[in-house]
């Protein structure tokens, strides 16, 4: 039986550390990704098992001013003054059975990041120390979810030929594209994934709001994908909200929010404006396991499903966002599929299992992952520890 003293944080190390990409994936916007950083926090109570391991991706590191989800804020600078204020607190005070947050951060979208970092670290010390799961912590999920790769803008034909490897390797049923917005291309692509596999139950799409079209052309090229699979639509287009309800009430195509559902007043309004069906509680952007849950659920409430988005991590991160996936209100696909179809090295030993497209959530203590040093040490570039 564990102490109370053994749950005193003892000392925190933040790390900034290389994401090395198997290749530079494309987005329908043309961009390419930029060079990807992870901040990985490790947090070591009193306890001599309770180590706890997050990640979040600094965006104000990541990409240039004014780019789409960039944190306003210096998060290393953030991330250091709050690795001081927790040394010597009680771990299971912090974040864990409440939906307040750290003292004097700033939350609505800013911190997101840091505190996805810093919420998943407390979490996997404090199941470790108790020898509960993180989702046994969190009351307890579904046993697996539904995995969901990102394919890249490509032609139809890779695109295919891409869906067909990551169905060989994981049986995965779903598929969400970055997508030409070419009506025909398209039309193509999904057809041709359709030809190799026809298990697949359906696609999602995210445009990145590339649909350069009128309210009448986004309705006619969401309809005429739809018999082909497509089941979803991410950010089609920059809300006005009343452009938003008037396509959705015209497509059996849902509509999700991502972008624009990143604090509680967003969702809020897309809910009460019946502007979409979904909510992408996108990662690297839940602020946390509870914060992120309290979003989903108020989604629910006003009739909105919620999945988790993609983001490049290292590992630790991924496995967070897949349990975070399995305590949703609705079972939907999880987009946060394993790093080995995009990374080229994780710092975690293994990670979750798949088996018929389905990620399993594990009860092994804490999250359920153990790290590599080595990795870790190799892909490193900056380090700093406190207490």
Not at 70 to 80: L, N, Q, V
Not at 303 to 323: C, D, E, H, K, N
Request: contains cysteine; glycine residues 10%; aromatic residues 8%.
């Amino acid at each position: 039986m564990s102490s109370l003293s053994d749950f005193t944080i003892r000392a925190i190390t933040l790390r900034l550390c290389r994401v090395e990409l198997l290749s530079r994936n494309q987005y329908s916007s043309g961009e390419y990704d930029p060079d990807i950083y992870s901040a990985i926090v490790q947090i070591d109570l009193a306890a001599p098992e309770g180590t706890g391991w997050g990640e979040w991706l600094p965006t104000s590191i990541i990409y240039e001013p004014g780019h789409i989800g960039r944190s306003p804020i210096d998060e290393w600078a953030t991330a250091r003054t709050v690795a001081q204020s927790l040394i010597g607190r009680d771990a299971r005070m912090l974040n864990l059975w409440s939906t307040g947050l750290f003292d004097g951060l700033p939350v609505e979208d800013a911190a997101n990041g840091i505190i996805d970092g810093f919420d998943f670290a407390l979490h996997d010390a404090v199941g470790r120390t108790l020898g509960w799961s993180v989702q046994t912590l969190l009351g307890g999920g579904r046993p697996s979810v539904s995995g969901m790769p990102l394919l890249y803008l490509d032609t139809p034909e890779a695109t295919a030929e891409k869906a067909a490897s990551y169905h060989a390797q994981g049986g995965y049923r779903w598929f969400k594209l970055k997508p030409s917005c070419d009506q025909g291309r398209d039309s193509e692509t999904l057809r041709r994934i359709r030809e190799a596999l026809p298990d697949v139950e359906g696609f999602y799409i995210d445009p990145n709001y590339m649909l350069k079209r009128d309210v009448d052309g986004i309705v006619a090229y969401l309809n005429a994908l739809h018999p082909l699979g497509l089941r979803v639509c991410e950010d089609p287009l920059v809300p006005g909200l009343d452009r938003w309800r008037e396509i959705q009430s015209r497509t059996e195509v849902d509509l999700m929010v991502d972008e624009r559902a990143r604090t509680f007043a967003q969702v809020r309004a897309a809910g009460e404006a019946r502007a979409a069906r979904m909510v992408n509680v996108h990662a690297n952007w839940a602020a946390g396991f509870r914060r992120g849950l309290r979003r989903a659920e108020l989604a629910a409430g006003l009739g909105m499903r919620s999945i988790v988005g993609s983001v490049r991590y290292l590992g630790i991160g991924t496995a967070a966002y897949q349990t975070f996936s399995s305590l949703l209100p609705y079972a939907t696909p999880c987009e946060q599929v394993n790093d080995a179809f995009y990374v080229r090295e994780s710092v975690v030993t293994a990670p979750y299992a798949v088996r018929n497209g389905e990620i399993l959530i594990p009860q092994e203590p804490g999250l359920g992952i153990e790290v590599n040093r080595e990795a870790l040490d190799a892909l490193t570039v900056r380090h700093e520890t406190f207490g």
